[in-house]
């Protein structure tokens, strides 16, 4: 409750402080020390909480204008020793306060000399950065005069054809080194470089698709083979791989219909005899038109299963008998100890699967990737029910039910009896068979998606 108090007064004193007139308030104390660019902060955040507070309104209209003129001094300080960069900026800066005021319907003066002063310093400042902007572009310095055609098209956006000259100092090294990947024939390379262009620059929208249909390789799915006496598993395999890979966000990989690619790659096979698999699924997926064939086995699969086994076993049941105390005429509780029974279960599944994959190249017959995949996974559960509230219930051992015994044990112990009630809390359902080793199919799939995806024929 204190706390609660606490952090109530805390949010209230927050508030306060951060309350229209309270912002006001610091303002003024900042414009009182001449410090008139802080003192408008606090003004303008007074007057975003509350835009009819006239008092910050007239303030900031008066440490607004002491912010433009300081800013006027300076340009026609910086102006007068020519240096026309610091020049420009000062007035730019005093431009910009003058916008940022305007919005509170406030209105500084400039007056018109000092605009005529700025608009003549600043066609002779970009000129002067303009053309060493086009002679560093010459040199093929394009970094440096990205540098200051940016510069250019901050201060004046229109001027000449900076725009154009912007996006050769910064698209044209990009398009370069596309080029280049695409020449080398890494096409997967060149396709991401090309994405760091705009399509319309010089001939990249064009250039970029020559790249990923050069790059793209396109895969059938043969029907995975299943060395195991376990029917179905190479099946879901090859059902989640299939619908993991046609998901993939990978413009270089592309799966092919797996139907109508088993049944040519079946008639290819019946005429191949003889011949290594790895050249009959060449040949045959060089009929359907893909790059790579995607085979699989399921090598070996083994299970454990341990159902279920409940055993009784002996514990006491804690409960609270009131008595009283006739030598302090007192009431008080004492923990009474009863001998009672739960049902203690423990069951687990287990399954071990190997699977193998191969993508192999229709062009050359080449192994392009293999693995040879191996998961295990276990569920097991240990829990226990009773016909009483197993929060009373406390570990121990007694020998009859219905009569003491000296080896009868109560065990108090605090981690004793927290085990012993976290059983009861404990999960009950046991993961059959079927579905760990729905798991791992799934978890195959995964990896072999992972693997395509990370192929890389240009690394």
Not at 50 to 56: G, S, T, V
Not at 392 to 415: A, C, E, M, Y
Request: aromatic share 12%.
């Amino acid at each position: 409750m204190k706390k609660y108090i606490y952090y109530c007064l805390l949010s209230i004193l927050l508030i306060a402080c951060n309350s229209p007139k309270s912002l006001y308030k610091k303002g003024v104390k900042l414009q009182n020390q001449n410090l008139h660019e802080q003192a408008c902060k606090y003004f303008i955040k007074s007057l975003d909480k509350k835009p009819d507070l006239i008092e910050a309104n007239l303030a900031l209209k008066i440490s607004g204008q002491r912010v433009v003129n300081h800013y006027l001094d300076e340009f026609f300080k910086a102006k007068n020793f020519q240096k026309d960069k610091e020049a420009v900026y000062h007035y730019r800066s005093a431009i910009l306060i003058k916008k940022r005021v305007e919005r509170y319907k406030i209105s500084l003066e400039i007056p018109s000399h000092y605009t005529n002063d700025f608009n003549t310093l600043l066609d002779k400042y970009l000129e002067k950065i303009y053309s060493k902007g086009l002679n560093l572009l010459t040199e093929e310095k394009f970094n440096e005069a990205e540098i200051l055609f940016k510069e250019i098209s901050l201060l004046k956006p229109s001027y000449k054809d900076v725009n154009d000259l912007q996006n050769v100092a910064t698209f044209e090294p990009k398009y370069r080194s596309a080029v280049s990947f695409l020449e080398s024939e890494k096409f997967r390379s060149a396709f991401y470089e090309f994405n760091k262009i705009p399509k319309s620059y010089k001939d990249t929208e064009s250039l970029q698709k020559i790249a990923l249909e050069s790059g793209l390789l396109t895969i059938g799915l043969m029907k995975f083979e299943n060395a195991t006496n376990q029917k179905g598993g190479e099946a879901s395999v090859s059902a989640y791989l299939l619908d993991k890979i046609i998901k993939l966000q990978n413009p270089f990989i592309k799966l092919v219909d797996r139907t109508n690619t088993q049944t040519l790659i079946n008639e290819q096979i019946m005429g191949l005899s003889g011949q290594t698999l790895e050249n009959t699924a060449a040949n045959a997926g060089e009929l359907i038109g893909v790059k790579a064939i995607l085979t699989g086995k399921l090598i070996s699969y083994s299970k454990i299963k341990n159902p279920i086994n409940k055993e009784v076993k002996k514990a006491w049941f804690e409960r609270k008998v009131k008595k009283y105390n006739p030598d302090t005429e007192k009431h008080y509780f004492e923990s009474v100890y009863d001998k009672i029974t739960y049902d203690d279960f423990y069951g687990s599944n287990e399954v071990s699967i190997s699977f193998q994959y191969q993508v192999i190249s229709t062009e050359t017959g080449e192994i392009l990737l293999t693995n040879i995949l191996k998961l295990h996974k276990k569920d097991e559960v240990h829990f226990a029910n009773a016909d009483h509230n197993y929060r009373n219930i406390v570990p121990g051992n007694w020998k009859w039910q219905n009569r003491k015994h000296s080896s009868d044990k109560i065990n108090t112990s605090f981690l004793e009896k927290n085990s012993l009630k976290q059983l009861f809390r404990n999960n009950q359902n046991l993961k059959s068979v079927s579905q760990l080793s729905d798991e791992i199919y799934k978890s195959f799939a995964e990896k072999i998606t992972q693997e395509i995806n990370a192929y890389n024929p240009e690394k």
